[in-house]
C-alpha cells in the first residue's frame, strides 16, 4: 500500500511535462525491504510493488499502456539496487562509513537510475513521441533524489536502528527527539513559507545539531522532513524556488539539486561523527584497560623522550623501586642508574631509536629510593610517528635482583669445590686462559704451581676418608693463607692442587711454594680416633711465558712435579 501511494503522489504531481514524474519516492520503500530481505523471499514484494506502480502508472500517468513497462522498469531498479548494494556494500543499511555511503550514492542515486532511466525515456518516446533525452534526464533525477532522500531512513528502520533507539532512548532523549525535528520543520517551514527571503541554508543548522545528538538516525529524520515539507512547499507554489524563471519542470530540477546537496552534506556528516566516536569511545575502552594494566602491573612501565627524558612512569614505581613516579618525570634516568652501567643503558636507548621494529633488553644496577642497589632488566621499544621517526621509547623495567643472586650462586657452585671451597678445574682452566692472554698482550710475569698430596692414597687406607678430606681442607688452607690474595688457588682434582701466581718470578715463586712445602710437612692432623696425621707434598712450578698455551704450560708444570716425585717426594722442582 506505501508503495501504491507513494508512485499515485508522485506521478499525480510531478509530471510537468506530460512525460516522466519528475519526483520518485516508491523505489526507496521496496529497496530498503529488499537489501534486508533473503532472496528467496523477494518474490512476493517485487510482484506486489509490480501490480501497485502499474496501477499507479494506469491511473495517474500515462495511462494502461505505459503500466506493464514502467512497472518493470521500477520494479528492476530496486532490485538491482538491492543486488548491487548487497554485494559491494558490507553494512549498507547501518550507513557506518564514509566508502560505505559513497557507495551507496554511486549505486542508487547514479548507476541504476542512469541505466534505466534510457529505457524509461525510451518507452515514453514509444508511446507518446515524447524526447528520450530528457525524459532520460528526469527519470534519472527524480528516482535519484529518492532513492538517496528517503532510502536511508527505511533501511535503518528495517535494520533495526530504529527500533534499538527507540528502546535503549531515555524519555529524555525522545523529548530531544522530538524538539530537534520540530526546530527542523520550523526552519523548513519558514525558507518554504514565504518567496521574498531566500534563506535556503537555514534549515541546515538545525539538521547538523540533530546529527551531533542523534547520529545517523537524527540525519536521515532530518532529510525526511525537509524533503516532504519543501516538496509540498514547492508544488503548492510557495517558498524561494518560486523565485526561478521557468516552468515548473525547472523548479522542480533546481529542488532536487538542493536536496541531493542537502543529503550529501548530512549523511557524510553524521557517518564521519560515528565513525569519530566510535574511536574515541575506542581510544577510552584501551585507555581504561591500560590504566588498569599499568596500576596492576608488577613491572615498571616507562616513557621516555629521544633524549631519554621521563614522561611517563607507572605507579608500580613506587612499590617496586622507592620512588614516587611524579618526582621522577621530566628526569633522565641516570640519577637511579649506577654509574658504571650508564654507559650501557644509553648504548641500547640509542639502538632502540635507530632500530624501531625491534626490541632491545638490558640488564644494569641501580639504586632504590632507600639507598640499595637492585639489579633491574628492561625491555626498550621504540615508538614512531605517522612518518615513521622515533618520538621515544617505551620501556619495561623489571626487577631481577633475586634471579641474578641465584644466577650469582649457581656461577660460584659450578667454579667451586665443595670439599675446600677453593676454585674447580674449570675455574681454573678460565682463570688460566685469562692469565695466558694478559701475559701476550702486557708482558706480565706469573707461575703456574702444581702441588700433589705425597701417598696420600695410604691416607686413606689407615685413617679413613673422613680423614682424608681433614688433610685435603688443612692443605687448602694452608695454601690460601700462605699464597697472596691476588693469587688463584684450585683444586685440580683428587690430591692435586695447582695455584697461578699472578706477576711472580720464578724465585719468588719457589720461596713461596718451599715455604708452603715445609709448613705442611710439620704440621700435624687428627684423625676421627685421635690418632696424629703427618703428609707432605710435592710441587712443580713452570713460568707462565708469552706464546706459551695452556696445555703446554700445565704439562711442562706437572713434568716439574713428577721429577719432584721420583726424586724422593716432598720436595720441589722447577721446570727446566
Not at 66 to 75: D, H, I, M, R, Y
Not at 117 to 142: E, K, Q, R
Request: proline share 4%.
Amino acid at each position: 500500500m506505501s508503495y501504491f501511494v507513494a508512485a499515485s503522489l508522485t506521478v499525480a504531481y510531478t509530471r510537468f511535462d506530460g512525460g516522466v514524474a519528475f519526483i520518485w519516492g516508491a523505489t526507496a520503500i521496496l529497496l530498503a525491504d529488499l537489501v534486508v530481505r533473503p532472496r528467496s523471499e523477494w518474490p512476493l514484494p517485487l510482484a506486489m510493488c509490480f501490480v501497485a506502480g502499474g496501477a499507479a502508472t494506469a491511473c495517474f500517468g500515462l495511462g494502461i499502456v505505459a503500466s506493464l513497462p514502467f512497472a518493470v522498469v521500477n520494479v528492476a531498479e530496486a532490485a538491482l539496487g538491492a543486488l548491487l548494494l548487497r554485494r559491494f556494500v558490507s553494512h549498507c543499511c547501518h550507513f557506518e562509513s564514509l566508502p560505505e555511503i559513497i557507495a551507496f550514492f554511486a549505486i542508487v542515486g547514479l548507476a541504476v537510475p542512469s541505466l534505466l532511466g534510457g529505457a524509461a525515456g525510451l518507452i515514453v518516446h514509444v508511446i507518446t513521441s515524447g524526447p528520450i533525452l530528457s525524459n532520460w534526464l528526469h527519470f534519472a533525477t527524480g528516482h535519484a533524489l529518492g532513492a538517496v532522500t528517503f532510502t536511508p531512513l527505511l533501511m535503518l528502520a528495517r535494520g533495526g536502528d530504529v527500533a534499538g533507539w527507540t528502546r535503549k532512548a531515555r524519555p529524555a532523549d525522545g523529548m530531544e527527539a522530538v524538539i530537534l525535528a520540530l526546530l527542523v520543520g520550523s526552519a523548513t517551514l519558514i525558507v518554504f513559507s514565504q518567496t521574498w527571503l531566500p534563506l535556503l541554508f537555514l534549515p541546515f543548522l538545525p539538521m547538523m545539531v540533530a546529527v551531533f545528538r542523534l547520529g545517523r538516525l537524527g540525519a536521515a529524520a532530518s532529510i525526511v522532513i525537509l524533503t516532504v515539507l519543501a516538496i509540498a512547499a514547492t508544488l503548492d507554489g510557495t517558498g524561494p524556488i518560486g523565485l526561478i524563471a521557468g516552468d515548473d519542470g525547472l523548479k522542480a530540477q533546481f529542488l532536487q539539486f538542493y536536496l541531493t546537496v542537502a543529503v550529501l552534506t548530512i549523511l557524510p556528516a553524521a557517518a564521519e561523527l560515528r565513525r569519530r566516536k566510535q574511536l574515541f569511545n575506542s581510544l577510552q575502552e584501551a585507555s581504561a584497560l591500560s590504566r588498569l594494566i599499568l596500576d596492576r602491573t608488577g613491572d615498571i612501565i616507562m616513557r621516555l623522550d629521544v633524549d631519554g627524558t621521563i614522561r611517563y612512569v607507572s605507579p608500580s614505581l613506587l612499590a617496586i623501586a622507592g620512588y614516587r613516579p611524579e618526582d621522577m618525570l621530566g628526569q633522565l634516568p641516570h640519577t637511579m642508574i649506577h654509574e658504571e652501567d650508564v654507559p650501557e643503558v644509553v648504548r641500547v636507548h640509542r639502538l632502540a631509536l635507530a632500530a624501531p621494529n625491534d626490541t632491545f633488553i638490558v640488564e644494569y644496577r641501580a639504586r632504590r629510593g632507600d639507598g640499595s642497589l637492585g639489579w633491574f632488566e628492561t625491555h626498550t621499544r621504540a615508538t614512531i610517528d605517522e612518518q615513521g621517526t622515533p618520538t621515544g621509547v617505551v620501556s619495561i623495567l623489571r626487577e631481577i635482583t633475586r634471579r641474578k643472586e641465584l644466577e650469582n650462586a649457581l656461577t660460584k657452585d659450578s667454579l667451586t669445590d665443595p670439599l675446600t671451597s677453593l676454585a674447580n678445574r674449570r675455574a681454573f682452566d678460565l682463570a688460566l686462559d685469562r692469565q695466558i692472554a694478559f701475559t701476550d698482550k702486557e708482558q706480565r710475569a706469573g707461575c703456574l704451581a702444581m702441588f700433589d698430596l705425597d701417598h696420600f692414597k695410604s691416607v686413606n687406607d689407615r685413617f679413613g676418608h673422613v680423614s682424608g678430606d681433614a688433610v685435603l681442607r688443612a692443605f687448602s688452607n694452608l695454601l690460601q693463607s700462605t699464597l697472596r690474595t691476588s693469587d688463584l688457588v684450585a683444586r685440580y682434582g683428587g690430591e692435586e692442587f695447582v695455584a697461578i701466581l699472578d706477576g711472580a718470578t720464578v724465585e719468588q715463586a719457589e720461596l713461596v711454594c718451599e715455604r708452603v712445602r715445609a709448613n705442611f710437612a710439620a704440621a700435624a692432623c687428627r684423625a676421627e680416633d685421635g690418632r696424629v696425621i703427618r703428609a707432605t707434598v710435592s710441587v712443580g712450578i713452570a713460568s707462565i711465558t708469552p706464546g706459551t698455551t695452556a696445555d703446554q704450560l700445565l704439562r711442562i708444570a706437572d713434568q716439574a712435579l713428577y721429577d719432584a716425585k721420583a726424586n724422593g717426594r716432598n720436595r720441589l722442582v722447577l721446570a727446566a
